[in-house]
C-alpha cells in the first residue's frame, strides 16, 4: 500500500478520490458502530473513519488499533458532516472512509503521549528521543532548522561564497574552553582535539586565496552547560578577504533579515541598532543586553561624589562607581520583597544594595534618605517618579555591571516588563582587545589572539594595551549572543607583538601555531569572518526555551546522552590499543 499523499495535504478538492495514507495512530475514538482513528504523518493529521455497516470486517480489524500503531489505510475522501469540521487542523474539512487498512507495526504502551502539552519530564523525554521526535511541536522546530540551513546556503551561494569543510580531527590550541580530545591509535601517547571552532582553517582558507568560505560547521567544547549551550553545537561559519567591519556587518544583517522574513513573515529593523561595548555594560549591565524593556541602569557617580552618604563616597574616592535601578511602581514592594531584593543582589557578587522609595507625596522614604538631597536626588535621576523604588550598587566597575545587569533581567521578568512580541537585533561593537588577569598577572585577550586591534589604537599596544579597542563585532538578540567574530590580524609582527603581551612564548606560540605564522609570511590579505549559532538561532525563531529542544539528539547538563547512555566505558583491550591507562575508579556495584 504505496501512500498517494501525506497526512497533512488532503482537502475538499480531493473529495470522491480514492487516496492511501500512512503515518502512526495519533488517537483512538470508538463510538460503537464507527471507530475514528487520526493517523499522523510528518505533514500532519487526518481522520479515518471505519463504519461497521458499511465494512464490519476492516471495522473488527480497527478495533484492535491502539495509540502508535504504524498503519498504512486507502479509503475514499469524503466531507465530515456538518458540525463536525475541525477549522484548527488544515485536512479538518474531510476525512477518509476506509476500505482497507494494512497493520505495519504494533507498539507497546509508551511512557509518555505523544502531544505537545506533554507532562513528561525532559530526561524521560531524552532517554526515549525517538518518540519525543515524533512531537508535532519537535518536527516543527527540526523543519525550521532545516528551511534556516537551506536558506544559508542558498543565500552564501548567491553571494559567490564557497563551501568548504574543515578537519574534525585537527590539533589542540589555547581557544578558552577545554577541548575534547581523541586518542591517536597510530600515534601513541598523542591526541587530536575536536574544533572548538574553525577559526585557523578558516584564517588559512583566505590565505590559500578563498576570497570567501563558509560552512555550517560542527564544534565542540568541554565547557559548563546550560540551556543555550551544548558540548557539540553548529555554526554558520564564514570568512572573507579585502573586507572591513561593515562589509561583513551589512553581510549577515542581510541574512539575518532574510531568514526571519522567508521563515517567519517578520520585518526586522535595517540596518540594526550599534551600540559600543562600553555603552552596553554601561546601560545594561552586560554585553549581550535584552532591549525589549527599558530599564536601564542609571549613573550616580557624580552625585555620590557630593552626597553625605559616607558609603558611595568611599566607593568613589576608591575608584569604583555607584550605578542604579528605578524601578518602576516598586514604591510599593514590601520589606520582605526588598530584603529579597538585597539577598539576590548578594548572591550575584554585591556587598549590599542600598534602596530608597519615592512616596506618592515625593518623599525619599528609607533607612539612609536623611544622608541625600532630594532635589540632587533627583537632577541625577530625571526618570524617577512618584511611586518608584530606587536601588542602587557601590563597588568596583564589574561587580555593579554584573549585579545590576542581572537585576535588571530578573525586575523585567519579574514586573512583566518584557514585551515577547519585540525582536530586538542588536550589534556590539569597539570591544576592548584584552582583560588582565590579576590572580596570574598577565593580559587575555577578551575573544581569541588573532582579533585584529582598531587601527587608531594599534600604538596603545606598547604604551596602554588595557585601553586598545578591537574590530570584533557581537550579534546580539533579545538578550542572547547570537555571534560574533572580527576583522583578523593578518600582519606577522602584529601577531608577534600580540602574542608577546599575553605572554605566550615565542617556543609556545611555533608549538601551538607554526602552521599559521609560516602562512601569515606567507602574504596574507586583510581579512574577517564571523560565526553564528544556529542552535541558538533556531531557539529564538522557534520560541522554545532550550537549544536542546533545536538538536535532533542532545546531551543533558551533565554532557550525557540519555538514550544512547554515552558516555561509557570502554573494555581494557580497547585502551591498551590506543596505549592508554584510566584512573578513575567505576562505581560500586548496587548490593
Not at 495535504?9 to 488517537?27: D, I
Not at 463504519?51 to 473488527?60: F, Q
Not at 517618579?385 to 566597575?397: M, T
Not at 538514550?563 to 548490593?591: G, W
Request: charged share 25%.
Amino acid at each position: 500500500m504505496k501512500r498517494s499523499h501525506h497526512c497533512g495535504e488532503l482537502s475538499l478538492t480531493q473529495v470522491g478520490q480514492t487516496v492511501t495514507l500512512a503515518g502512526w495512530v495519533a488517537s483512538r475514538r470508538d463510538h460503537g458502530g464507527v471507530i475514528f482513528i487520526d493517523i499522523r504523518d510528518r505533514y500532519g493529521l487526518t481522520q479515518i473513519v471505519f463504519d461497521s455497516e458499511e465494512n464490519a470486517p476492516l471495522h473488527t480489524i480497527a478495533d484492535r488499533l491502539r495509540n502508535e500503531y504504524v498503519i498504512a489505510i486507502t479509503g475514499t475522501v469524503s466531507v465530515r458532516p456538518e458540525g463536525s469540521e475541525n477549522p484548527h487542523l488544515p485536512t479538518g474539512s474531510i476525512e477518509i472512509r476506509a476500505n482497507a487498512l494494512n497493520l505495519l507495526n504494533e507498539a507497546k504502551p509508551l511512557p509518555f503521549s505523544i502531544e505537545d502539552d506533554v507532562q513528561a519530564s525532559e530526561s524521560l523525554r531524552l532517554e526515549h528521543r525517538y518518540l519525543d521526535l515524533r512531537r508535532p511541536k519537535m518536527q516543527q522546530l527540526l523543519q525550521l532548522r532545516s528551511q534556516v540551513a537551506h536558506l544559508t546556503r542558498q543565500y552564501f551561494h548567491a553571494q559567490q561564497f564557497i563551501e568548504v569543510e574543515t578537519p574534525i580531527l585537527t590539533k589542540s590550541t589555547p581557544e578558552g574552553a577545554r577541548d575534547y580530545l581523541v586518542p591517536s591509535r597510530v600515534n601513541p601517547g598523542e591526541f587530536f582535539a575536536l574544533p572548538q571552532s574553525p577559526q585557523l582553517f578558516k584564517q588559512i582558507l583566505m590565505i590559500g586565496g578563498m576570497d570567501r568560505y563558509f560552512q555550517i560547521a560542527r564544534c565542540f567544547r568541554d565547557e559548563d552547560l546550560r540551556l543555550d549551550r551544548q558540548p557539540e553545537f553548529t555554526q554558520i561559519d564564514l570568512e572573507m578577504s579585502f573586507v572591513d567591519r561593515e562589509d561583513i556587518i551589512q553581510l549577515i544583517e542581510a541574512l539575518i533579515r532574510l531568514i526571519f522574513k522567508e521563515t517567519k513573515q517578520i520585518d526586522l529593523p535595517n540596518p540594526f541598532p550599534c551600540l559600543s561595548f562600553e555603552e552596553a555594560m554601561g546601560r545594561y549591565g552586560t554585553d549581550k543586553p535584552d532591549r525589549r524593556f527599558d530599564l536601564p541602569i542609571q549613573d550616580l557617580c557624580q552625585f555620590a561624589q557630593t552626597c553625605d552618604f559616607q558609603v558611595f563616597r568611599r566607593v568613589i574616592e576608591s575608584g569604583g562607581m555607584v550605578k542604579g535601578l528605578v524601578i518602576p511602581k516598586g514604591a510599593g514592594f514590601t520589606r520582605n520583597r526588598i530584603d529579597n531584593l538585597i539577598e539576590t543582589a548578594k548572591e550575584f557578587g554585591a556587598k549590599g544594595l542600598a534602596w530608597i522609595k519615592i512616596s506618592e507625596d515625593g518623599k525619599l522614604d528609607s533607612s539612609i534618605a536623611k544622608f541625600f538631597n532630594d532635589e540632587g536626588l533627583r537632577t541625577a535621576l530625571p526618570s524617577a517618579n512618584p511611586g518608584d523604588l530606587l536601588v542602587f550598587v557601590a563597588d568596583q566597575a564589574a561587580i555593579v555591571h554584573q549585579v545590576l545587569g542581572r537585576l535588571r533581567l530578573l525586575l523585567g521578568e519579574e514586573l512583566q516588563l518584557l514585551d515577547r512580541t519585540r525582536w530586538e537585533p542588536l550589534w556590539i561593537v569597539d570591544f576592548p582587545m584584552f582583560e588582565y588577569d590579576k590572580a596570574n598577572q598577565r593580559h587575555v585577550a577578551l575573544h581569541h589572539p588573532f582579533t585584529a586591534p582598531h587601527p587608531k589604537d594599534s600604538s596603545l599596544l606598547d604604551s596602554n594595551p588595557l585601553q586598545a579597542k578591537t574590530l570584533a563585532y557581537d550579534l546580539v538578540l533579545n538578550g542572547f549572543e547570537l555571534g560574533g567574530g572580527s576583522i583578523r590580524i593578518h600582519s606577522p609582527r602584529m601577531q608577534e607583538k600580540v602574542f608577546d603581551l599575553l605572554k605566550i612564548s615565542k617556543v609556545e606560540a611555533r608549538e601551538k601555531f607554526g602552521f599559521l605564522l609560516d602562512a601569515l609570511e606567507s602574504g596574507a590579505p586583510p581579512h574577517g569572518g564571523i560565526a553564528l549559532g544556529l542552535d541558538r538561532l533556531i531557539m529564538l525563531l522557534g520560541q522554545t526555551e532550550s537549544i536542546r529542544d533545536t538538536i535532533p539528539f542532545p546531551k543533558t547538563q551533565k554532557a550525557q546522552c540519555l538514550m544512547t547512555h554515552a558516555p561509557s566505558s570502554v573494555t581494557p583491550e580497547q585502551l591498551q590499543e590506543l596505549s592508554i591507562r584510566t584512573t578513575a575508579k567505576k562505581p560500586a556495584a548496587a548490593s
